[in-house]
């Protein structure tokens, strides 16, 4: 099976940044993916590591370690507008490639 | 612009009643698939569609039934056999299906709340 863990809550400050941590567990590891979902509305894509190492993508960066299960979710100079939901997902091919997805790290930003 | 679009975005239900979620979307993706999303838990895969005319079920697929008569189109139907079916659903799609790099494109969404 898959196990995917990840905090369900931080709190950070405008300007600062904040590191989301995501673990799993999965015999047919083909992916990590991160998306961002506001309340209420569609997850959107942010990164996808399938490497060991770091993919930096503006104020965004993700991070994979494959022999730990182990990915983060850098942002950088915080901003309100990303006060969000966080969505881990694994992608494994012992399933048919199915992408199985944590619960979530809600993120507040405060002034 | 393109993209996927789900409707009701809001839909009240009572019991007994099957309902019926649309899925359209004008991004030429071949794959098309059903997300549930609880409280407290990851959203859990319902059905997924690879091609027209052929689809597949994912986790919790008991309660619910789908059709792809059309690439652009994936209805979802909550039938009264789905015993806790108030959630948000979330349709998604892709290039080609799970392979590869690819990327969900989500909707939007559709609550359902059964009454």
């Known amino acids: 099976g898959q196990n995917i863990d990840q905090p369900t809550e931080m709190t950070a400050t405008e300007g600062a940044i904040v590191q989301i941590n995501c673990t799993y567990q999965?015999?047919?590891?083909?992916?990590l993916f991160w998306y961002q979902q506001h309340a209420g509305e569609a997850p959107t894509f942010l990164s996808y590591?399938?490497?060991?190492g770091l993919e930096e993508k503006g104020r965004f960066s993700s991070f994979l370690s494959r022999s730990k299960g182990y990915s983060y979710l850098l942002l950088k100079e915080l901003q309100m507008k990303d006060s969000a939901s966080y969505l881990c997902?694994?992608?494994?091919?012992?399933?048919?490639?199915?992408?199985?997805f944590g619960t979530g790290t809600s993120l507040t930003v405060i002034p | 612009d393109g993209g996927i679009t789900q409707s009701p975005k809001y839909l009240f239900r009572k019991e007994g009643q099957n309902v019926t979620l649309s899925c359209e979307q004008n991004?030429?993706?071949?794959?098309m698939y059903w997300y549930r999303q609880d409280p407290g838990q990851g959203l859990r895969l319902i059905y997924y569609s690879q091609i027209v005319n052929d689809f597949q079920k994912g986790d919790i697929a008991e309660g619910y039934s789908v059709s792809r008569e059309k690439k652009e189109s994936f209805p979802l139907t909550v039938t009264s056999a789905q015993k806790n079916p108030t959630a948000f659903y979330l349709c998604?799609?892709?290039?080609?299906?799970?392979?590869?790099?690819?990327?969900?494109?989500f909707g939007a969404g559709s609550r359902l709340t059964v009454l």
């Open positions: 997902a694994v992608r494994d091919l012992n399933t048919g490639n199915q992408f199985y």
């Open positions: 998604a799609s892709s290039i080609e299906g799970f392979s590869g790099a690819n990327v969900l494109t």
């Open positions: 991004l030429n993706h071949d794959a």
């Open positions: 999965t015999s047919g590891f083909n992916g």
């Open positions: 590591n399938v490497l060991d």
